[in-house]
């Protein structure tokens, strides 16, 4: 299983946003950080939102975002207008980061379709 920080902060009766750094997922609410092993060995059930890093030309992120949605999941897919890469960058810059990942959730075939437009491999 994968280790996961901030498991001890969350309602897992609300929706947990997932992320890949620990120091981001303290800007955001209801959130935990899987570290090493990946996104697919959380040890718990809950209504996860996955949301990478903004990273459209990595192709592991890329294929980390297509296989939550193949397997029905929720992603979070950045605007364009956003140009920052981390949660934390997003904050210092003053985003409210919060509102564009509440506002920016996809799944099934529109997050497939929207992941084609963002991704820039």
Known sequence: CATIFGKERIDISKPVVVVEGPFDSMFIDNCIAVVGIGTNKIDFDADFIYCF????????TVKNMNTHLANGNKVVIWPEKIRNKDINDMYLSGIDVQEIINSNIY???????????WKKV
């Open 107 to 117: 799944e099934g075939p529109k997050g497939t379709v929207k992941l084609g437009m």
């Open 53 to 60: 890093d903004n990273e459209p030309r990595n192709k592991a």
